[in-house]
């Protein structure tokens, strides 16, 4: 069966939907059933579509292991509903489908979704974006180089390019280059530095396509990267958006297990009860975890989220976590390690009879972190394969991204910095004053992991071939240390020292041989002479 991964870009659940619809049609297996005394041709059981569609989802990049063969039952009553199937005597519009053996056929008709057009953008609908630090003309704009310029400067001394261009900029363009960044443009900068690195990690052309802007709120990025614990957990001001005491209290005694606080009640059960009013309470919020208005992007995320991009895609997830409320974000990070310490304590109790601990937390949680304003069909399914990578990994999803953090501080910092004049001193012309060169920032491409693997091995053999050649060379090696040192390297790295020594394979042999030590001392055995003799 043929299956592809769903690349990011807008209505990714539609077009994920029409993904399993294709391979359910193309792939069950039909064939002739009876059924109450009459023949039906090319039908199926409904047991047999759960038992070859929860097989098939559970091989698909796109959804995981993860998936259940109840949730492929509530898969296939959606299916039933939306006339992908129907059964032999034509009926559907319903979800009255159960994992029995009533016979199902598929209809004549295409089941496919249409994927929407985006609406152009006309005068009264169309919103107007604020502009950007980067869009706004004269504050990035720190030297005005033409364009042609630029690329055949690029190797200069940036000091030297800096004096250069200072001196061709009309005073007027340099006092307004000098003025101060604004606490405004910096959460702007924040704001966009966060937005650029998201953009390249997800490989979109624009973010517009996954995510409405207009939901950024630059403070949240600022708070969730600035104001955390020593844990790494956001820590609020206003408390009144925290969890509840008890419900704190009930999230701690199941992570830490059976040491709980010797006060609070203990009976047959009592952990499931505990277990049941965490859940009510993440129930009972107006939004999920993640929020509607992130739905898109979280679910273009799980576009990346494929077993040779794994840390492409807690990358992904880092930024996009960012852009929660602070709230949110904080309720996240503690219902992931309760979560991820219940699913590892052997000593936890089964809190379901029939349900491992780990599937337990998945399913029991994935409907509060995420979900879409409007119903969607594979939004358990989504949710489920999104939370388990999250439980999986939330150490490392959840936690602040330094490498992010140096960049926008670098960056205020500079800017702060470029907009001081600096002292040209008291022999100095008493011209324009020089501003502080502008530093030079370097990207890494990215690369897939096979390439990656080649790159490592190359190097690694290269860094091999050069110690070799030291071990010969090297006139400080005493010689009986370099012969023990190349019958190590010859063991430990057979092809690169047979590539340098061809004939070193049947020289080895011959060396390999034993060697009869000679006796430490010959006493040659004389004759004996008589007197007669």
């Known amino acids: 069966m043929n299956t592809h991964i769903v690349t ?22 039909l064939r002739k059933h009876r059924q109450n005394f009459r023949h039906h041709a090319s039908c199926f059981t409904a047991s ?23 949730q492929t039952v509530q898969l296939l009553k959606k299916f039933l509903k939306n006339h992908v199937i129907e059964d032999v005597k034509g009926r559907w519009g319903t979800e009255d489908l159960e994992d029995n053996h009533l016979l199902y056929r598929f209809p004549s008709t295409s089941p496919l979704k249409p994927i929407p057009c985006p609406a152009p953008a006309s005068g009264s609908r169309s919103i107007r974006k604020r502009a950007s630090l980067r869009d706004r003309e004269g504050f990035f704009k720190f030297r005005s180089l033409k364009k042609q310029e630029k690329e055949s400067m690029e190797n200069v001394d940036p000091a030297l390019r800096t004096l250069r261009d200072d001196a061709n900029q009309p005073a007027e363009e340099q006092q307004q280059q000098r003025r101060e960044p604004t606490v405004e443009d910096e959460q702007e900068i924040w704001r966009d530095i966060t937005l650029t690195h998201l953009q390249r990690i997800l490989g979109v052309a624009s973010l517009d396509e996954v995510l409405d802007q207009r939901y950024i709120n630059s403070q949240n990025i600022i708070h969730n990267m600035t104001k955390v614990n020593k844990h790494g957990v956001v820590t609020l001001e206003d408390k009144t958006n925290d969890l509840p005491h008890w419900v704190l209290s009930a999230m701690k005694s199941l992570a830490n297990w059976p040491k709980y606080d010797s006060d609070q009640p203990s009976y047959p059960g009592f952990e ?26 979280f679910i273009n995320v799980l576009g990346v989220l494929q077993p040779h991009s794994e840390r492409v895609a807690i990358e992904a ?54 979900s879409s304003a409007e119903e969607c ?14 439980m999986d990994h939330q150490q490392s999803i959840l936690s602040v991204p330094e490498y992010l953090l140096s960049a926008i501080r670098d960056h205020i910092q500079y800017l702060r910095t470029v907009q001081v004049p600096v002292d040209p001193g ?59 040192k190349l019958k190590q390297f010859q063991k430990q790295y057979p092809d690169i020292y047979r590539r340098r020594f061809p004939s070193a394979a049947e020289q080895s042999k011959a060396d390999n041989k034993p060697k009869i030590k000679p006796p430490l001392l010959k006493i040659k055995k004389t004759k004996t002479f008589s007197i007669r003799n």
């Open 48 to 70: 047999a579509a759960v038992e070859w569609l929860h097989q098939m989802l559970q091989c698909n990049s796109n959804f995981g292991p993860d998936v259940t063969r109840q």
């Open 377 to 390: 069909d594979l939004d358990e399914l989504l949710a489920t394969r999104l939370v388990s990578f999250l």
């Open 8 to 29: 990011p870009g807008p209505y990714r659940a539609t077009k994920l939907w029409n993904e399993v619809t294709r391979l359910f049609r193309a792939g069950m297996p």
């Open 317 to 370: 997830l880092q930024l996009c976590t960012l852009l929660l409320p602070p709230a949110s974000r904080r309720k996240l990070q503690l219902l992931m390690r309760m979560m991820s310490r219940i699913s590892q304590n052997v000593d936890m109790p089964r809190l379901h009879p029939a349900i491992g601990t780990r599937t337990l937390m998945v399913h029991t949680f994935s409907g509060c972190v995420l």
């Open 426 to 484: 008291p022999n100095a012309d008493c011209g324009d004053p020089v501003c502080v060169p502008m530093p030079v920032y370097a990207f890494c491409k990215q690369i897939s992991g096979t390439e990656f693997e080649q790159q490592k091995a190359e190097s690694s053999q290269k860094a091999m071939e050069e110690l070799l050649e030291i071990l010969l060379t090297d006139q400080k090696i005493d010689e009986k240390d370099r012969r023990k």
């Open 272 to 297: 499931r009860d505990v277990f049941k009013t965490v859940s009510d309470y993440f129930y009972s919020l107006p939004q999920p975890l993640l929020t509607y208005e992130l739905y898109e992007l």
